[in-house]
């Protein structure tokens, strides 16, 4: 959970925090921490450790009690600033994120679209360009009030600004320089808005807003999972089957978000291509909908991940193929290895049209993975979704009974078990690692480290991520599914810092080019 995000004073010296968030953090005086350098986008990770070795937390003495100070003095990690203007730092529950940033004049295009907007809104009155700079008028800028009004947008839309009509003085008879001044323009900054397609309860949108990112539109076929998202993320939220739904409907937000189910695996099936296959629908449904957008530049398809390797890697393939305007980069990713207490691997593929997009390397080793405990902690009856259990009947009471930690099925008696014997039925959760990956619990049994019970709704929203205060709604076998169906918070929000930092680079890059207009 993001706890505070400011901007910092860059220093050679060292980096000094000791904002009082950090006394709801695990950065204890006391407690030892590391960090986690990521040269390449100027930024790096503070953990928390429990090797003896690593850096302490120190603290300062206030007249009420005592503050954490984390000091920063190694060259190395210092290194990684030298030349930005100003830090950004974001301190979470867990991790302290601190990013480096140039600060940029300027340029007359970004001037302009500054100027445009404020007037729009009533702040300013637009009469010259020379209003904003002093340089020789070259151009002028014609554009009616519908024009200004498309350009400009409204606080959920996104629309590229080559929607104005320039008219350069003295060359308006010569084309190639009217295209010029729009393709400059078409590549103003691109804001961080987000449109999610296959939302359920809004548990990956969750990531990607505690990222930074605006969540504009959301599209999904559950009433129930419709409620929770409306409920905890907002308004933006629509309830349709994307099957029937007109695509031209969706935001034109510049980042697509989805995770399309599918279940046309097998390598016997009768069509020739996986894309075709009626179990597949809901794929192409994903890749229709981010072709129909003209604004997209990045989108994140999230899916299981035998969707990299059903029929030698053919699926993929076509997938890649489907999408081919984009740069796209795939994997398999664990969401234990960003900060999850939740062993769940899930094949994301990153496109992006403003350059490649690495899928985010791990923060944390095997040794330093999150726990049931740690996840379970201080969770009490009056915490919402806790008592969201289901009734065991006495017979699978019997079988739990039998279930040691880390157990599963096998453990019951022969004559007891039930019919159905996959290993992750009936699996006790175990105090001291992470969760297996969590689906059904009902379905499933996914028992409780040492109750005689499946785990609640809470303890699978705790598992995922969320925050107590994200509360699930509708009927209780539709909020164990909602759970069952998210990507976790922590997995989502490295899949958005990868995307916003392309994004903000990407921005940077092209207001220098617009500057040397």
Not at 211 to 231: K, N, P
Request: with cysteine; charged share 25%; proline share 4%.
């Amino acid at each position: 959970m993001l706890l505070k995000k400011r901007v910092g004073k860059n220093s050679s010296r060292g980096i000094y925090l000791q904002d009082k968030e950090l006394k709801e953090t695990v950065f204890q005086p006391g407690r030892h921490y590391k960090y986690v350098i990521d040269a390449k986008n100027r930024k790096i990770i503070i953990l928390s450790s429990d090797d003896q070795n690593d850096n302490v937390v120190s603290k300062r003495r206030t007249k009420e009690d005592l503050k954490p100070v984390i000091d920063i003095r190694h060259k190395k990690a210092l290194s990684v600033f030298k030349g930005v203007d100003y830090l950004q730092v974001e301190i979470f529950e867990d991790r302290i994120v601190v990013e480096g940033y140039v600060e940029e004049k300027q340029s007359f295009f970004s001037s302009v679209a500054s100027g445009i907007k404020k007037a729009f809104r009533g702040k300013a009155t637009v009469s010259h360009i020379t209003d904003f700079l002093r340089i020789k008028k070259t151009a002028s800028i014609v554009l009616s009030r519908d024009q200004l009004k498309e350009a400009v947008g409204d606080h959920v839309s996104y629309e590229q600004i080559s929607l104005f009509d320039f008219l350069p003085e003295a060359t308006v008879s010569r084309p190639s320089r009217l295209y010029s001044i729009q393709k400059k323009l078409n590549q103003l900054a691109i804001p961080l808005q987000v449109a999610s397609l296959f939302s359920g309860a809004g548990i990956m949108d969750v990531g990607f807003q505690q990222a930074g990112f605006d969540l504009v539109f959301a599209l999904e076929h559950d009433e129930d999972a419709v409620q929770t998202y409306r409920y905890n993320l907002g308004g933006h939220v629509v309830q349709a089957d994307i099957k029937t739904f007109d695509k031209s409907r969706i935001t034109k937000a510049p980042v697509m978000i989805g995770g399309s189910p599918c279940q046309g695996f097998s390598n016997s099936n009768r069509y020739t291509n996986y894309l075709d296959n009626p179990n597949n629908k809901l794929v192409r449904e994903f890749i229709d909908a981010v072709k129909t957008n003209e604004n997209a530049q990045v989108f994140v398809l999230e899916n299981v991940p035998e969707i990299l390797t059903a029929g030698g890697g053919q699926f993929k393939e076509e997938i890649l193929e489907a999408l081919s305007d984009f740069e796209i980069t795939h994997d398999v990713m664990n969401a234990a290895d960003y900060g999850s207490a939740q062993l769940r691997e899930r094949a994301i593929f990153i496109g992006s049209k403003i350059g490649k997009i690495d899928i985010p390397k791990p923060y944390y080793k095997l040794s330093q993975y999150k726990t049931v405990r740690e996840a379970f902690a201080g969770l009490n009856d009056r915490v919402p979704n806790q008592l969201d259990v289901s009734d065991a009947k006495d017979i699978t009471l019997e079988r739990m009974k039998h279930v040691k930690p880390g157990g599963n099925v096998k453990d019951i008696p022969v004559g007891l078990r039930p019919k159905g014997q996959h290993s992750n039925m009936y699996k006790r959760l175990e105090w001291d690692k992470p969760s297996i990956t969590l689906v059904n619990p009902r379905k499933s049994m996914i028992l409780h480290p040492e109750e005689q019970r499946i785990i609640s709704v809470r303890e699978g929203a705790r598992l995922m991520g969320l925050d107590d205060s994200f509360v699930f709604l509708g009927k209780k076998a539709s909020k164990q599914q909602q759970i069952a169906n998210g990507v976790p918070v922590e997995m989502a929000f490295a899949i958005a810092e990868v995307i916003k930092n392309a994004i903000l680079s990407f921005n940077i890059r092209h207001r220098n080019l617009c500057h040397s207009f």
